[in-house]
């Protein structure tokens, strides 16, 4: 067989199986691109799971007319122009695949009114793409901002299609992103719906405590205690502020384990383990935590560019954040006599 050059559209679906496995990694992709374009306000409008529709809309910066057909080809962003910004990525964003990959799987609609300098474009452009197949744009009308509007996932894909879940079950997982996603950017308002149900409704400018508190639930919010570290000359500038649950709160799952780097939603063993560790004696083995850590760090710290859905990271100096976290952590249910006296010596 003679060696060649994959089709764009061969390319782009490649991708799509590593970034865009569900319809929650669309949402994931497409809330952070709106947060990368300073959105304030983000609307994620859901049909039947997503199996039918996905909408985000938001008012951030928008794309220029002209761009529209680079936003939605691979490996074409705007967030990273030089190979050293790759060790300080100060975006959520950077790989320029999402658009690409999730046009080559779907029916999407791209409608965008751009804002430069201050100065909102006269009408938006409209793109649309199938596959591989591209309308010219067109002009219409619509406030600042972007709409993506994702339709018939995977119709090109049946291999693909047939993994779908559920519409319950496929709204579960995009549920879970837009709140963990929301946990990190308390500055933002979000609305979810579902079949046109309200699900979530979250304004601007709440404070990280009150962001929390609004996504918990009631039966936990009066369980959290908060807890920070200021003094962090010894972690390079590092910030770290968050709330715990109290012992008796303790979940069977990690569901209600968030952490956020930098205003990013990450996964992390390491530290989940040191939330655990701050917990060792007061609740049994088999639970979890509930708790939400916040970390602000120098971005050259965190090597976001190491897994395609970009969920994991890998920090420069773990041990560290691993001590911060649990110490703080500990220190909080010490102070609030929550720690059994003879475990003080640990
Ligand atoms: P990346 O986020 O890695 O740059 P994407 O494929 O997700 O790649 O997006 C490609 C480009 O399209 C982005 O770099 C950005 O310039 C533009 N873009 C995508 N979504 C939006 C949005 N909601 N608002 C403004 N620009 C956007
Ligand atoms: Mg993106």
Same mark, same amino acid.
């Given at each position: 067989m003679k060696i060649r050059k994959l089709p764009t559209l061969l390319i782009n679906q490649i991708a799509a199986g590593e970034v865009i496995e569900r319809p929650a990694s669309i949402v994931k992709e497409c809330v952070e691109n709106s947060i990368d374009a300073q959105a304030t306000q983000i609307d994620i409008a859901i049909e039947q799971g997503g199996h039918q529709l996905i909408r985000i809309s938001d008012n951030g910066l928008g794309i220029a007319e002209d761009e529209l057909e680079l936003a939605v080809s691979p490996h074409a962003t705007s967030k990273l122009h030089s190979p050293d910004q790759l060790a300080a990525i100060g975006t959520l964003g950077f790989r320029g695949e999402a658009l690409a990959s999730i046009s080559s799987v779907s029916r999407t609609k791209i409608t965008s009114r751009p804002t430069r300098d201050g100065k909102a474009a006269e009408a938006a452009a409209v793109l649309e793409v199938e596959g591989s197949r591209l309308s010219p744009p067109y002009p219409a009308a619509c406030a600042p901002g972007t709409i993506i509007d994702v339709r018939d996932l995977f119709f090109n894909t049946p291999a693909r299609r047939k993994f779908l879940r559920q519409p319950s079950t496929e709204f579960a997982q995009i549920n879970e992103i837009v709140t963990r996603i929301a946990m990190c950017n308390h500055n933002i308002g979000f609305r979810l719906t579902h079949n046109d149900r309200k699900i979530t409704d979250l304004p601007p400018n709440q404070t990280r405590a009150q962001r929390v508190i609004s996504l918990v639930g009631k039966d936990i919010k009066n369980g959290l205690l908060e807890f920070s570290h200021e003094d962090l000359a010894e972690h390079g500038g590092a910030t770290l502020w968050g709330m715990a649950g109290l012992? *008796?709160? &303790?979940?069977?799952? $990690?569901?209600f384990l968030y952490l956020c780097i930098n205003g990013r939603v990450i996964k992390d063993r390491n530290l989940i383990h040191a939330v655990r560790e701050a917990y060792r004696g007061l609740i049994p083995p088999e639970k979890t935590p509930v708790a939400a850590v916040f970390i602000e760090m120098p &971005? *050259? #710290?965190? #090597?976001? $560019?190491?897994?395609p859905s970009k969920a994991e990271v890998r920090f420069r100096k773990p041990k560290q954040y691993f001590g911060l976290v649990r110490n703080a952590i500990r220190q909080c249910l010490l102070d609030n006599d929550l720690m059994p006296t003879a475990k003080l010596s640990d």
């Open positions: 012992p *008796e709160i &303790a979940r069977a799952t $990690n569901k &971005a *050259e #710290d965190v #090597d976001v $560019n190491v897994h």
